[in-house]
């Protein structure tokens, strides 16, 4: 397991504001107890009503700005589980669609409904979002030119009261995982809120990766 540097992290959600937002979609699908769909949401992320827009900032954010290395850890995917038809393979293509293919996004509200574990109603929330890394200098100074664009997926499952309206995100991941200020493709970093009584079904049975 590969540790999180927190300065990767915070220069991430730096671009996680109003005024500096990083997201242009936000998907996701709203689900009973028993895991089975109840809505369902895909929209342009600039759309929204700026109050609608600072409500989902804060939920995204509050993955990659996690106590690192403790809440949130960077896992590796195996070689087997990056097979066609894997969940590895399902994120690539939804990365790459930027989350504008429904079927896809449906394909994983299956995968999470028959897993998660809750007491009660909640939501999964996907945000599609695209960084484009400055050049640091010797002195550690961010140059204008540009090193890579990183294109990522934050997902967030939140409790939802009252009329669909969300709690604080239990658990959630970030893919592919931000590693040196680059994409790392193998990797993924996944958030628990509780780490005395984490969702490992998120990633035994959810992420298919081995513990």
Known sequence: MRKINREDMLELTRRMTVKRNCFDRIAGAYLDEEGYVDATFNRHFLKLKLNEQAENLAIAKEI???DTNKNLREYAFPED?????????LLMALKSCELKNDALLDVFYEKVGGAYKSKGPYAVYFFHGSYDVPRKGMDKESQWESEEV????????CPVYGDYEPGRPECGFL???????????NGIDIFQADTSHPHMELIREILEMPV
């Open 150 to 157: 990183y294109q990522f997926l934050i997902c967030a499952i």
């Open 175 to 185: 893919f592919p995982a931000f590693t040196e200020r680059c994409a790392n493709l």
């Open 81 to 89: 589980a990056q097979k066609p038809g894997s969940i590895w393979q």
């Open 64 to 66: 990659p700005f996690a």
